[in-house]
């Protein structure tokens, strides 16, 4: 009962329990990605392969990560929330373990083929989390914080790697990964009730699958939205996609200077997702993503023209990264809320084929750009600006279906 007179002080800590475990979905992504960077060069020599084929551990894991971002959200909706993110957690640190422990490179590649299968179930479910229990802009403003949170596992992964990769063999970065995995599962079993009642789901049918899918897919609002979002987060993926090469060949810095192409990438993601955190519901979505553009227009020129007349060194070659990554996360929020909130009736197959579209340019990114451009900064700078020029013909797209 309370005391006449006092005011009632709200418990706010189910609600920083979610956005902690929301967050850690989504940060498991990058870790599991970033982690094991430093070690190329050990693996290499361990299985007595070329660079090229340790590319390609990352390279399957992102192809089945890219996959099964299609089928995350569609098994969220017909069996819920919950039971999809346990299960998927549970298979991830199995996976991680298998990485750790085999002593044969294709069987390597295989476990991180299952590492992928099963880490991308987090984000996808955690969007219609959201979506399931907020509306509007308290919702936006959730995704904008969960944003500035997930934006510290760019810069500690590689620099844990960094630090295992000076004392450990390469297996360390993939225990570390089973014991965060085990970490948030626990984390997530405390944190994260069901949010779609039984009433809600969808038949788990593949007619009714196939119906969703064929929907979204028609939708051009849907596709132009989720490009923009995948082109923009393109921008900079690159960098982390050969972040091996940039740091060992283009800055020819060690494994523990990981941090100076890193720390850049989050401080531009914290700092931009604390802006559109405090600018959401005070300004509109369209003037906040035509705004983002013009920032990340500044830094992708910008970057171009600094590799093109000068060679590039710390701190000035990672500069426009941050503007870049900053102007990013004012847009992210809301272009994702005007996506998801295309399909009221499917959010977790909306979000899938998002998550899935974004990350099929970081696959192709991997598999096909970076391969072309390593070694050379002004070609890093230049898929930079093409990928912003793509997010911004999206968006003019999407406005003229509006």
């Known amino acids: 009962m309370a005391v006449s007179g006092l005011p009632i002080k709200k418990d706010h800590s189910p609600m920083l329990a979610l956005v902690l475990a929301l967050a850690c979905l989504a940060m498991l992504g990058p870790f599991t990605t970033d982690t094991y960077f430093p070690f190329f060069p050990d693996m290499e020599a361990h299985f007595a392969i070329s660079q090229a084929q340790a590319q390609q ?10 996959a099964m971002m299609l089928f995350h959200g569609a098994l969220s909706d017909s069996f819920g929330r919950r039971p999809v993110i346990l299960v998927s ?23 991180r083929g299952m590492q992928g299968l099963f880490v991308g179930a987090g984000t996808v479910v955690g969007q219609a989390v959201i979506r399931d229990k907020f509306a509007g802009v308290q919702a936006q403003r959730l ?6 949170l997930f934006g510290i596992a760019p810069a500690i992964a590689p620099l844990l790697g960094g630090w295992l990769h000076q004392y450990f063999p390469w297996q360390s970065s993939f225990f570390l990964l089973s014991g965060l995995g085990i970490l948030i599962l626990l984390l997530c079993f405390v944190s994260i009730d069901e949010t779609l009642p039984p009433h809600s789901r969808q038949q788990f049918a593949l007619k009714s699958i196939l119906g969703n899918y064929i ?15 995948a082109t923009g987060f393109g921008g900079f993926l690159v960098y982390v996609g050969g972040s091996h090469d940039f740091i060992f060949k283009v800055m ?17 993601l914290i700092a931009g997702s604390a802006l559109a955190t405090r600018l959401t519901g005070r300004v509109s979505n369209h003037a906040m993503i035509n705004s983002s553009h013009l920032i990340m227009g500044v830094a ?5 023209l600094y590799n093109l007349l000068t060679e590039p060194s710390m701190p000035m070659a990672v500069v426009p990264v941050l503007l870049y990554t900053f102007g990013l996360t004012l847009m992210m929020p809301a272009a994702m809320m ?9 959010r977790g197959t909306a979000a899938s084929v998002q ?43 999407y406005k003229t279906y509006r």
Do not use: K
Request: charged letters at 5%; proline letters at 3%.
């Open 300 to 304: 992708a020129g910008f970057n171009v």
């Open 252 to 268: 020819h810095m060690s494994s523990l200077q990981f941090g100076w192409l890193f720390i850049p990438i989050v401080i531009g």
């Open 355 to 397: 998550a899935f579209i974004q990350s099929l340019i970081f696959v192709l990114l991997s598999a096909f750009v970076v391969p072309v451009i390593l070694g050379n900064g002004t070609l890093y700078a230049s898929v930079m600006l093409v990928m912003l020029v793509g997010n911004v013909v999206l968006w003019n797209i």
């Open 215 to 229: 929907g979204i897919f028609r939708e051009p609002r849907f596709l132009a939205l989720s490009g923009c979002i």
């Open 57 to 66: 551990s990352l390279t399957v894991y992102l192809f089945t990560f890219t």
């Open 338 to 346: 005007l996506a998801l909130d295309l399909f009221p009736q499917s």
């Open 89 to 111: 957690l549970s298979g991830f640190i199995i996976a991680s373990l298998l990485c750790a422990m085999t002593d044969n490179f294709s069987s390597l590649l295989v476990y």
């Open 143 to 148: 995704i904008a914080q969960i944003t500035m």
